[in-house]
């Protein structure tokens, strides 16, 4: 297969099944039904959802300054803002060139070398997922009687024991072989392992470390925060439990990868895990939108404004 297909099929494919999902969640629920929910919504907490997902933003924008200052670059605020928002935005076009973008604004307007920037984005990631592991953890901690009992309900336990020992065999053996295998493949993700270990320690190597590490929670507390507050905003809704905002979080933030920015597939997601707690299709699907609706918009109007921006305020780089 040539490059220039594989190019197309990498931005195609994404948003070809993100129409699909969009087409399918819709269809799991009456489009009037979905209006009624959006008419009688109380738009208050959407909004506070909205502002703490700026917040959240904001707080990414400021932390990258950490990673970038000890390499000898005190870049702009403004910068740093408009190009984390600009990232969210062209995410939603092409998958992951964002993170391209993002790393060639700072090359463009403050002189930092494309690889550095990239490089820094890539420690920011290792970051997130760790925080995104911790929460997973604590959520099968909070829940572990509920979850169990979900899937010995639905599943044979012995199955259940047979398929875990077997994972763990699996790993065992991977991991064996990677260690002592000379090929490339090998070799390329022992490399890759090695880099994601030695940017996670990178974090604590940094003058402001624990300012990272702060901003870092902050950031994710802000995420999880939004995603509780909105429920607010829909009446049957009322009383939902701290493992359905948990669970749902977390499968809301894995669509993201699914899809560009999660259109289509966060719906499903939040759906698929509020079944779990029993909750109606309706509201589930008719949240899953209000959430994805109102944080699309927000990264829709600051992104736009930021591209546009971004020149101007650097008139005099562009001098």
Request: positive net charge.
């Amino acid at each position: 297969m040539s490059p220039k297909i594989k190019s197309i099929l990498k931005i195609t494919l994404p948003l070809l099944l993100g129409v699909f999902l969009v087409w399918y969640s819709l269809s799991k629920v009456s489009v009037e039904e979905l209006f009624v929910y959006l008419k009688e919504s109380d738009y208050w907490w959407i909004v506070l959802g909205m502002f703490l997902g700026l917040l959240s933003h904001l707080s990414r924008a400021y932390r990258w300054r950490f990673q970038l200052e000890p390499m000898g670059y005190n870049i702009k605020l403004g910068n740093s803002i408009m190009a984390v928002f600009a990232t969210y935005l062209i995410n939603y076009t092409i998958p992951r060139a964002g993170e391209v973008a993002r790393a060639s604004i700072l090359t463009n307007y403050e002189d930092v070398p494309f690889e550095k920037g990239f490089g820094t984005i890539v420690a920011e990631r290792i970051a997130d997922m760790i925080v995104m592991l911790g929460i997973i953890t604590i959520t099968l901690f909070l829940q572990f009687d509920f979850i169990y009992s979900f899937l010995v309900e639905k599943f044979d336990p012995a199955k259940i024991i047979i398929g875990l020992v077997g994972l763990i065999v699996l790993v065992v053996i991977f991991t064996r072989f990677i260690k002592r295998s000379p090929s490339k493949i090998a070799l390329k993700i022992k490399t890759f392992i090695n880099g994601l270990i030695e940017g996670a320690l990178s974090i604590f190597k940094m003058k402001k470390k624990w300012a990272y590490i702060f901003h870092t929670l902050f950031i994710w507390g802000m995420y999880v925060l939004m995603f509780y507050v909105t429920s607010f905003a829909i009446s049957d809704l009322e009383g939902i439990s701290t493992g359905a905002i948990l669970i749902g979080f977390i499968a809301a933030s894995f669509s993201i990868a699914a899809t560009n920015g999660g259109i289509g597939s966060y719906p499903l997601a939040i759906y698929g895990a509020f079944a779990i707690f029993g909750i109606p299709e309706d509201p589930s699907i008719a949240f899953g939108w209000i959430m994805w609706a109102s944080q699309t918009l927000l990264i829709i109007i600051f992104g736009g404004l930021s591209l546009i921006y971004l020149p101007v305020f650097n008139r005099e780089k562009s001098i």
